[in-house]
């Protein structure tokens, strides 16, 4: 099946600092990446749809400014989480749906990235 | 409404028997359904997937679904304590547009 890398798994940073997480697809090509946020004991939220080589596509009260996307080439989307607080702390994860198939295939999904913001 | 729900559980569950996970969403227009594994600290993994009313078997596991009742659900047969972990049942929406769906999971915990 499709393999989705995501790196780094965790991350800890200070309170207005930002940090980059990285999302790539190995072995094929995803023009389509999907970012979710995922609080303990929580369900997998959808932050964003990041599109390759154009906007990503917010959900309703996900702040584009804080929360930047870029999908700059088939196998790559980043998510930043610019001047980052406590309450960003959460764990990222990002996916990609199998290549080659319909729109209502499965999602697959990097091992996600736990942020700690202290 | 939720437009996905679980319960939350701890469904507990001896080893050896039939664990039974279920799922219930909101919307009729549903055309795919997910059952993802979530061991803790982990990112979710694709168990089953399941677009036609009735009943798709994979090894031990089975998915059932029932369109007119809004209804899916899981059944893990001869449960091992490896299965323990949280249980997320995910539903999409017709069209190319629509997004995936998680409901908050249901924790299955295989005792010995």
């Known amino acids: 099946g499709a393999v989705v890398s995501q790196h780094p798994s965790r991350v800890i940073c200070k309170s207005g600092t930002s940090v980059k997480i990285e999302c790539r697809s190995l072995?094929?090509?995803?023009?389509?990446m999907f970012w979710y946020r995922q609080f303990p004991k929580k369900s997998l939220m959808l932050m964003a749809t990041s599109n390759e080589g154009s906007k990503a596509t917010y959900e309703q009260g996900v702040e584009k400014d804080k929360f930047l996307i870029n999908h700059a080439s088939l196998t790559l989307s980043t998510l930043t989480v610019t001047s980052a607080h406590p309450e960003d702390s959460s764990f990222y994860i990002c996916?990609?749906?199998?290549?080659?198939?319909?729109?209502?295939?499965?999602?697959?999904f990097g091992n996600g990235t736990r942020l700690t913001v202290t | 409404q939720k437009e996905v729900e679980q319960n939350s559980g701890p469904l507990s569950v001896p080893e050896g028997a039939i664990a039974s996970l279920n799922c219930t969403y909101s919307d009729r227009g549903s055309q795919s359904f997910f059952w993802y594994r979530q061991y803790s600290g982990k990112s979710p993994e694709l168990i089953m997937s399941?677009?036609?009313?009735g009943d798709k078997e994979d090894g031990r596991f089975t998915a059932q679904l029932n369109k007119a009742s809004q209804y899916v659900s899981l059944l893990i047969r001869d449960s091992q304590p490896s299965d323990s972990a949280t249980y997320l049942c995910a539903v999409k929406g017709a069209g190319t547009a629509s997004k995936l769906t998680f409901g908050t999971g249901t924790r299955l915990q295989v005792t010995l």
């Open positions: 072995d094929f090509q995803a023009t389509t």
């Open positions: 996916s990609a749906r199998d290549p080659g198939k319909t729109y209502n295939s499965p999602l697959h």
């Open positions: 399941i677009y036609s009313n």
